[in-house]
């Protein structure tokens, strides 16, 4: 059984920062591609960065510059640290991991197959 985590969520004023953590269980973790990922109510869900087994990254081009992914294979968990939000940054965010895949393929198709966590939620007021 997989166990996909997701932490860190809450609400923020525009211009802050937030770090959300995402910690998986119960399989090749270290040859796994993540991915976060973010819906906003009534839109669509969309890749927002993704990291391969090998560090290799790939983000939105809405996120670029303010937000960084980074994977710590010891710990079994995924960083997202998200600075300069804005309210528009504001959405459910979740954790995937699936079957090495490359992340601009993840990010530019949107999709990942493999394990999700449960969303965080993440709100950005003006």
């Known amino acids: 059984e997989v166990h996909v985590t997701v932490s860190g969520g809450g609400s923020v004023q525009a211009g802050g920062s937030l770090r959300l953590s995402c910690t998986t269980h119960?399989?090749?973790?270290?040859?796994?591609?993540m991915a976060w990922f973010r819906q906003a109510p009534g839109k669509e869900r969309e890749a927002v960065a993704a990291?391969?087994?090998?560090?290799?990254?790939s983000y939105a081009d809405f996120v670029k510059g303010r937000f960084t992914i980074s994977r710590d294979n010891a710990q079994n968990s995924l960083y997202l640290q998200m600075s300069s939000l804005q309210p528009e940054d504001t959405a459910m965010y979740y954790c995937a991991a699936g079957p090495k895949q490359k992340p601009q393929v993840v990010i530019t198709t949107g999709l990942l197959t493999g394990y999700w966590g449960q969303g965080t939620q993440v709100t950005v007021s003006s």
């Open positions: 990291i391969d087994s090998d560090g290799a990254t």
């Open positions: 119960e399989y090749p973790y270290n040859t796994y591609t």
